[in-house]
């Protein structure tokens, strides 16, 4: 079929694509062949992009959000189930509610973005599904997050949740940290730039914040280790348990950062991991002979291959999107009101996020997810990093 737009010939094919075709005058014509004359063969260009890294199938992003509600159910519910404590023994009062069941109403009460009361009706109704034995009490889920023991729980499924992903983000790994309010008065980049909205400067508010210091896949945007904070901390200090948390779940062979993350021990914490480190200088740096010999030689990279170095940085901006993408989704600002339910609160919107990231990942790459062996792989590494840390002391203390 033809139509006449313009005084140009649009042709429709059957496959939907519209072809055009002018009616060049004898001018055009010939200024095409003398263009032409000139141009020359190019030479091949190879490709060094990761292969992890592919162009978006925009059908494919269309079936995984039209359809990530009903398997984030899915893959939450089997996700408690691995800590299914299976049936007790009544010891007389209340009977104790599942643990399975508080992980998945925690895990829906985030993703869904509501109160406790609000999801009661909602829990009532996954109790008739199966997805549940039996719906917790609004005052029951609030002690499951005002609980200290929830964060050790919760850092544990935050790492099986990422070990899916880990084959995909092997390249690298970024680094950052990022704000999450108690209240909605003020925004975070507000209040770490201390400029109000009027101008004025903005004092002593970071309290009022938490600050997420999180390592995530540049690839996928899941969050594979988590260190939670006040608002005041530094991101240096932070770097010996964030990067330690990643023996667990990935294996990187670059690590990245910004030049808040530029010091001897990260260099060093990173060489032992077995990893590349992509972390700028600041203006002042100037290796020493005390200098340490992983900081010798990233310098000189930094120096010498400023165009390698910055290819391979491009990527850390990464961070800074999944930042974006939970904030987006599953707000900025925390309901809890102490440090405790806080940082419970925000383990469970990363651990939220990595289910999506493993939907999206179902879709495009058609990964397979079973949690009962990312569990078993997270048990074995643990015992693994048990036995290095042993024989280390051992050979110390001889």
């Known amino acids: 079929m033809a139509k006449i737009y313009r005084g140009e010939k649009i042709v429709v094919e059957s496959d939907g694509k519209y072809v055009k075709k002018y009616k060049l005058s004898d001018e055009i014509a010939k200024r095409e062949k003398r263009e032409a004359s000139f141009k020359t063969e190019k030479p091949e260009v190879v490709q060094t992009c990761l292969s992890t890294h592919k162009s978006t199938n925009h059908r494919l992003v269309h079936l995984a959000?039209?359809?990530?509600?009903?398997?984030?159910?899915?893959?939450?519910?089997?996700?408690?189930?691995?800590?299914?404590?299976?049936?007790?023994?009544?010891?007389?009062?209340?009977?104790?509610?599942?643990?399975?069941?508080?992980?998945?109403?925690?895990?829906?009460?985030?993703?869904?973005?509501?109160?406790?009361?609000?999801?009661?009706?909602?829990?009532?109704?996954?109790?008739?599904?199966?997805?549940?034995?039996?719906?917790?009490?609004?005052?029951?889920?609030?002690?499951?997050?005002?609980?200290?023991?929830?964060?050790?729980?919760?850092?544990?499924?935050?790492?099986?949740?990422?070990?899916?992903?880990?084959?995909?983000?092997?390249?690298?790994?970024?680094?950052?940290?990022?704000?999450?309010?108690?209240?909605?008065?003020?925004?975070?980049?507000?209040v770490r730039f201390k400029k109000g909205v009027d101008g004025k400067e903005l004092h002593n508010l970071k309290r009022n914040y938490l600050k997420a210091h999180i390592a995530v896949g540049t690839v996928t945007h899941a969050v594979y280790s988590c260190v939670i904070t006040p608002g005041n901390y530094s991101d240096d200090k932070q770097v010996p348990e964030l990067l330690g948390q990643l023996f667990y779940n990935s294996e990187p062979r670059m690590i990245s950062g910004d030049k808040a993350y530029s010091s001897y021990r990260t260099l060093q914490i990173i060489e032992k991991l077995g990893a590349i480190p992509i972390i700028p200088f600041k203006k002042n740096a100037n290796p020493q002979e005390k200098s340490p010999d992983i900081w010798k030689i990233a310098f000189d990279y930094f120096k010498n291959h400023k165009e390698e170095f910055y290819y391979q940085y491009r990527q850390r901006p990464q961070v800074e999107a999944a930042f974006s993408i939970n904030k987006r989704k599953f707000g900025e600002f925390l309901r809890c009101k102490n440090f405790v339910s806080q940082t419970n609160e925000l383990l469970m919107k990363f651990i939220c996020n990595n289910i999506c990231r493993l939907i999206a990942e179902i879709f495009e790459r058609k990964i397979n997810v079973d949690f009962k062996e990312c569990m078993e792989e997270y048990i074995n590494r643990k015992a693994e990093l048990k036995e290095k840390l042993a024989s280390t002391r051992k050979t110390k203390k001889t």
């Not at 398997?71 to 023994?89: K, N, P, R, Y």
């Not at 719906?135 to 949740?161: A, W, Y």
Request: aromatic share 12%; charged share 25%; with cysteine.
């Open 65 to 190: 959000l039209t359809n990530e509600k009903r398997m984030f159910w899915i893959l939450l519910s089997e996700l408690a189930e691995i800590f299914d404590e299976g049936e007790t023994e009544s010891s007389g009062g209340r009977p104790k509610a599942k643990l399975s069941d508080l992980i998945f109403s925690l895990g829906l009460k985030l993703y869904t973005n509501t109160s406790g009361r609000v999801l009661n009706s909602d829990l009532k109704l996954f109790e008739n599904l199966g997805f549940i034995f039996k719906s917790p009490g609004v005052n029951t889920l609030n002690d499951f997050l005002n609980c200290e023991g929830t964060k050790d729980l919760l850092l544990r499924i935050l790492h099986i949740t990422a070990i899916p992903l880990k084959f995909i983000d092997s390249d690298m790994i970024a680094m950052d940290s990022s704000g999450f309010g108690s209240y909605q008065y003020e925004r975070w980049m507000r």
